[in-house]
């Protein structure tokens, strides 16, 4: 229990040092709660835009000529969309209709799930679809559609990277720095007699609560911060909207701690090896 | 019976080739003052590293209460059984008196339970005012640090108490005050305590007295001027 006392004491002891490395903490943190909240709103949506996009079906007349028209591929009549238009495995449909004639390619089938697509065209062929018409998804509307979407998710990811990869080489550096003021105190309390592993239980807390608070600030200022930075990143039409769900706090907090381990790993790592005789005599 | 003892121990600093000292056999006995002389340099620090469990000997083997200190749990042994008075006093020079008595107190497992009264009193005992006592370490004189030092390794009521130079910065009335707490823990209480030391007073309440020179150590007689 004394463990969590002398860290508490100590992280008041060592406001410099501490307050440096919240600081840091704190902006990586906030960096990665915009960065993974973007993304995981682009993911989203990205989702919600396949399932869309896969329940979307067309027709059209097969080409049998290079830079042919129509020419010689059967027709479908307005009748004939009809008829297709009225079926089970259809949400909805939006038939195109044009200079008196039934536009087959300009008509759009909702399907009620993706995977109806193989019934739904048996079912057309039964009733007359011929064969040399084609049924098909619009990739190139799709790609339109998602492009800036994905190109906001690819700026995120990047960011999210560079920021805990950045964070990670910070905090080691910080940790390392602090190492050799650390040093002589960790040799003392050896000296004392107190046991490796209070040590670092001891290195531990300190930095698990740093990295709490800084994470309960960091969130805020994340979540904040969020829309805006998306705002200025998205160059889709409309406007797109993020919010922080408990999965992601979840995974920034894991990170964090995880951050905060290897921080305090190192440190660690670096300080056991050494005998308090050793330390104490470097230092004396 | 000797409470602590040393056996053919030689010891030398790694890399290095000289023996700082060779073939040592020693016996400390509880209820008795012991001091060390030396020259600068002579190794007395060396020798009470290996006594204070910090550091184990090259050959032979230190004993406390006939266990080899180098096979048994040193953590336990400087936590519990001895009280040890760095020459570099060794204190969180961050934190105050208090903590850094109340922190060692806490390691050593002392069942007391208001240890900070306990640590009042006993810098009391060796003249560390209260407001004092809440002062960084860094906010106190050499002598002042010295003597919270001394608390320190008194807090956990040692068996063995084993202290450098522990005068070395104060004056003399109030070494002699720290002297008759050495002296009153050896003959009143019946501790083993092991000094070394560079002064004449020290001497005067030790009950052995002994002196490093060139790796041998050699009783001494007291002077009787
Ligand atoms: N870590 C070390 N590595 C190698 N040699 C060392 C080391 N520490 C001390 N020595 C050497 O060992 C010898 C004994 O040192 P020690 O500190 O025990 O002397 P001392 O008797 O305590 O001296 P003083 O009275 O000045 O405190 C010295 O010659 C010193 O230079
Ligand atoms: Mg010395």
Redesign the pocket.
């Known amino acids: 229990m004394y463990v969590f006392e002398h860290a508490l004491l100590n992280l008041g002891k060592n406001k410099g040092r501490n307050i440096l490395l919240g600081i840091m903490l704190f902006a990586v943190i906030a960096s990665a709660v915009i960065a993974l909240s973007i993304f995981n709103a682009t993911d989203s949506i990205i989702e919600n835009a396949r399932i869309e996009f896969n329940t979307m079906i067309q027709i059209r007349p097969q080409r049998r000529q290079m830079g042919g028209n129509d020419n010689g591929a059967s027709t479908v009549t307005l009748e004939d969309l009809h008829r297709f238009a009225d079926s089970d495995y259809l949400s909805g449909v939006q038939i195109g209709v044009g200079g008196g004639f039934a536009r087959g390619n300009e008509t759009v089938f909702y399907l009620r799930s993706p995977e109806l697509l193989y019934a739904f065209e048996a079912e057309m062929r039964e009733k007359g679809l011929p064969d040399d018409w084609a049924v098909f998804r619009d990739e190139s509307s799709y790609r339109r559609m998602i492009a800036p979407i994905e190109n906001l998710q690819d700026i995120s990811l990047t960011f999210l990277i560079v920021v805990m990869l950045f964070g990670a080489a910070i905090m080691i550096l910080l940790s390392v720095i602090a190492i050799r003021e650390r040093k002589y105190e960790i040799g003392v309390l050896r000296a004392m007699g107190m046991k490796k592993n209070k040590v670092v239980l001891c290195l531990w807390v300190e930095t698990i609560v740093i990295t709490f608070v800084c994470f309960v600030f960091g969130i805020i200022v994340g979540t904040v911060l969020s829309n805006p930075v998306a705002g200025a990143l998205w160059t889709g039409e409309g406007q797109i909207n993020i919010a922080l769900n408990g999965i992601t706090a979840l995974q920034i907090l894991g990170a964090s701690l995880l951050l905060a381990t290897i921080t305090g790993a190192v440190s660690v790592s670096r300080i056991t090896k050494y005998e308090p005789i050793k330390i104490l005599?470097e230092r004396n | 019976m000797s409470t602590l003892a040393l056996q053919n121990v030689t010891y030398k600093?790694?890399?290095?080739s000289k023996n700082?000292f060779k073939d040592v056999n020693m016996d400390f006995e509880k209820g008795k003052v012991y001091t060390i002389v030396?020259?600068?340099?002579?190794?007395?620090?060396?020798?009470l590293n290996l006594l204070a469990g910090l550091d184990t000997a090259t050959e032979g083997s230190v004993t406390y209460e006939n266990e080899n200190l180098a096979e048994m749990n040193r953590n336990r042994y400087r936590a519990k059984n001895a009280g040890i008075i760095f020459?570099g006093l060794n204190l969180l020079t961050n934190a105050t008196a208090i903590d850094n008595i109340v922190l060692s107190m806490n390691i050593s497992g002392v069942s007391e339970r208001n240890k900070k009264a306990k640590t009042y009193s006993l810098l009391e005992k060796v003249g560390i005012s209260k407001e004092k006592a809440t002062r960084k370490i860094l906010k106190l004189s050499g002598g002042e640090q010295q003597r919270v030092a001394i608390a320190r390794a008194l807090a956990h009521d040692p068996e063995l108490i084993v202290a450098?130079?522990p005068t070395g910065n104060l004056d003399k009335q109030t070494e002699d005050s720290i002297l008759k707490i050495f002296s009153s823990l050896a003959h009143d209480e019946g501790k083993c305590v092991i000094i070394?030391t560079?002064s004449k007073k020290v001497t005067n309440i030790a009950d052995e007295m002994w002196g490093?020179d060139k790796g041998v150590f050699r009783q001494m007689t007291k002077d009787k001027k």
């Open positions: 005599m | 600093y790694e890399g290095s700082i030396g020259k600068s340099g002579a190794g007395k620090s060396t020798l020459q450098d130079e070394v560079h490093l």
